[in-house]
């Protein structure tokens, strides 16, 4: 069965200090991968997707993330955090074999302090 | 453009009472979830609707659980009865590609129950 592991349940940063916040998933076949955010007291959002072409993919407010097939990671990056990032953030995958379920990790929790 | 709307926004009862949480899609989008979020973790999948019909409810616990999306826009989760596990948030999430793997599922604010 697919999984996904989130390596860092809690972050804090300063403003400015650059993130990456790592994301492992285990499914042997074709996958599409996500990034979700979730600021406090709003509904979950999409923040990038990766399905094909390029492995580094771009998102809102700054962030990219980069999808190394070999390594079964799709870690997300920003090189300089603002307080605003202050979030939880989820990684997700969805096999193309098993199409439409979303199976997400546990979730990294980021504090930036101002 | 309204986005998925959940209600009630919080809810905490007694157990073993029952306990329904209703969700309006996005208006065409044809595919319907429920996730359920334990505090600390990611959430997890329920159901999942095509239309009326539910096509993966293998994670939804039918003894006490169950869900309906008559006319296949809204839909309805119920807890009956309801245990101290069952206390977490309860998400609802819509798209309109169906069983398109790049589909991106669009949130609601969700549910949070609270089991006394």
């Known amino acids: 069965a697919q999984s996904v592991s989130q390596h860092n349940h809690h972050v804090i940063l300063s403003e400015a200090a650059s993130l990456e916040l790592g994301c492992n998933y285990s499914?042997?076949?074709?996958?599409?991968l996500f990034w979700y955010v979730q600021y406090p007291g709003q509904h979950l959002q999409l923040l990038l997707k990766?399905?094909?072409?390029?492995?580094l993919v771009k998102g809102i407010k700054g962030f990219e993330a980069e999808f190394i097939k070999s390594k079964f990671s799709f870690n997300l990056r920003k090189p300089s955090v603002q307080w605003s990032d202050t979030a939880e953030y989820f990684c997700?995958?969805?096999?193309?074999?098993?199409?439409?379920?979303?199976?997400f990790g546990q979730g990294t929790t980021l504090q930036v302090k101002p | 453009e309204a986005g998925v709307v959940q209600s009630p926004r919080y809810k905490i009862i007694e157990k073993k009472q029952p306990v329904a949480f209703w969700c309006n899609p996005i208006?065409?989008?044809?595919?319907l979830y429920w996730y359920l979020q334990n505090l600390g973790q990611g959430p997890e999948l329920l159901i999942r609707?095509?239309?009326?019909?539910?096509?993966?409810d293998s994670q939804l616990p039918k003894d006490r659980f169950s869900a309906e999306r008559l006319k296949g826009v809204d839909s309805t989760l119920k807890i009956q009865p309801a245990e101290l596990g069952d206390s977490a948030v309860y998400l609802c999430?819509?798209?309109?590609?169906?069983?398109?793997?790049?589909?991106?599922?669009?949130f609601g604010e969700g549910s949070r129950l609270t089991v006394l």
């Open positions: 609707y095509e239309n009326e019909e539910a096509v993966d």
């Open positions: 990766y399905f094909s072409g390029d492995p």
């Open positions: 997700a995958v969805k096999a193309a074999s098993n199409t439409g379920k979303l199976i």
């Open positions: 999430a819509s798209s309109s590609s169906g069983s398109s793997p790049t589909g991106e599922l669009f």
């Open positions: 499914y042997g076949g074709t996958v599409n």
């Open positions: 208006s065409g989008h044809n595919t």
